[in-house]
């Protein structure tokens, strides 16, 4: 789930002073402005930070970046190569990719009103723009398909899953959706593709302690006390595969792939559990067989039944 992080007073030295009203820049071309807030530091300009910061990024990028207009101030005025470094200033900034690579599947909108959006997200088409991937993201072309300069996604699907994303429309209703997320009372289905194994009893519950492994975006099973619980359904046998459901009670990051690859049936196309393979090119002909299959939950506005299907299919 997508946190909403409430602003702080800045503090310098021993004294507060009192939060800096912030103006976010508008959504260009449907890719929202990025932030940063300065850290204490003796750097001679904003673009020798910025550089130390970022050091992926050419100074050369940079400069033509506040030449363009495209390095705010907190207040809304734009701020160009020769702006001193102010400690404790907020900057917003767009970013850019040289190269992206186009990702040949589109989204569906299933559902639009005036607070929410769901979406059905293909395979390959990350949730949110991060590292190589910035306008090729479900966020960024709702944004531009739709014009909502206020979309939000209530929640992340991995790039390799598809299926259903719940999105908060309007700033003035999303905590009371957020909400939902954060005490677990949304009901979550998916759909999964993995070996077929006969000698284990269905319906059954998988519990264990995940954590953070190596490489760092992976996670695997540890010693300790359960923080994550699955239960798992076969639907149907289709020989060597079968499709299960999958009913996730928490909501850590690849509960479900490392789940079934610890009870020794993988979902099929898994590049990263139980062995981590070769997925620096997408083979578009071997998505990941995982589905986020529905949504089910109580509206906190109106108090409706809301239950929403994807249209996809594995």
């Known amino acids: 789930m997508l946190r909403l992080l409430g602003r702080k007073p800045l503090t310098i030295g021993t004294v507060n002073a009192p939060p800096i009203p912030s103006v976010r820049p508008p959504t260009r071309d449907g890719v929202g402005a990025s932030s940063v807030r300065l850290p204490p530091g003796h750097w001679p300009l904003l673009l020798d930070f910025l550089c130390a910061r970022f050091p992926d990024v050419p100074r050369s990028i940079w400069a033509a970046r506040m030449q363009q207009g495209r390095v705010h101030d907190s207040d809304g005025p734009t701020l160009d190569a020769s702006t001193p470094y102010c400690a404790g200033r907020l900057i917003h900034y767009y970013r ?45 072309r709702l944004k531009q398909q739709t014009g909502l300069d206020q979309l939000i996604p209530l929640h992340r699907l991995d790039r390799a899953t598809a299926g259903l994303v719940l999105f908060s429309v309007d700033p003035a209703t999303r905590g009371a959706y957020s909400a939902l997320f954060a005490a677990r009372r949304i009901d979550k289905t998916y759909e999964a593709l993995a070996p077929t194994r006969t000698e284990l009893a269905f319906p059954l519950t998988h519990r264990s302690r995940m954590v953070e492994s190596t490489p760092f975006f992976r996670m695997t099973e540890a010693g300790g006390p359960a923080n994550t619980e699955t239960r798992i359904e076969r639907i149907e046998t289709l020989g060597a595969i079968s499709r299960y ?39 578009y002909t071997r998505p990941l067989k995982l589905l986020a299959r529905s949504l089910a939950f109580t509206d906190p506005l109106s108090g409706e039944a809301r239950r929403f299907e994807s249209a996809l299919r594995l």
């Open 96 to 140: 850019d990719l040289a190269h992206e690579t186009p990702i040949p599947f589109a989204a569906t909108i299933l559902y639009r009103d005036a607070h929410l959006l769901v979406a059905d997200k293909p395979h390959f088409l990350p949730t949110i723009p991060s590292g190589r991937f910035l306008r090729e993201t479900l966020l960024v």
């Open 245 to 283: 459901r999958l009913t996730p009670l928490t909501g850590r990051k690849h509960q479900l792939r490392v789940h079934m690859a610890a009870l020794g049936m993988p979902i099929v196309n898994d590049l990263w559990y139980p062995a981590l393979l070769d997925d620096s090119v997408d083979d």
